[in-house]
């Protein structure tokens, strides 16, 4: 049984964290909800508990914690949750999967 409070969307888009001044480094979105998602990548010295900002795609930078860290995945918290309208936008059009073979990702790195 799913506790979440939230409705969770499975989408797949590219992104990009920052934690302080730091340089940006690119993730993979998925999990999506209005009150934050899981990344998969390389994160180097991320721990539970750090500040980070997030792009998710080109909407951003949205302030968010880490609350979790469980091998290549990690689990934020976003400060203020996402507004419905961003992330219904988020999802019904920014999912990598749906754009198709035809249409490139402007996310996907080059």
Not at 59 to 75: L, N
Request: proline share 5%; net charge positive; with cysteine.
């Amino acid at each position: 049984m799913d506790l979440r409070r939230e409705k969770r969307y499975d989408i797949e888009i590219w992104g990009k964290y920052r934690r302080g001044r730091g340089s940006a480094t690119l993730v993979q979105i998925f999990d999506l909800s209005e009150f934050g998602c899981q990344f998969r990548g390389l994160w180097g010295r991320l721990e539970v508990g750090a500040a980070i900002s997030l792009k998710i795609g080109s909407i951003g930078p949205i302030s968010a914690k880490v609350v979790w860290i469980a091998d290549t995945r990690v689990g934020i918290e976003f400060v203020d949750p996402l507004h419905p309208s961003v992330l219904v936008h988020i999802r019904d059009n920014m999912d990598e999967r749906e754009l198709g073979d035809d249409k490139p990702s402007p996310f996907k790195p080059k």
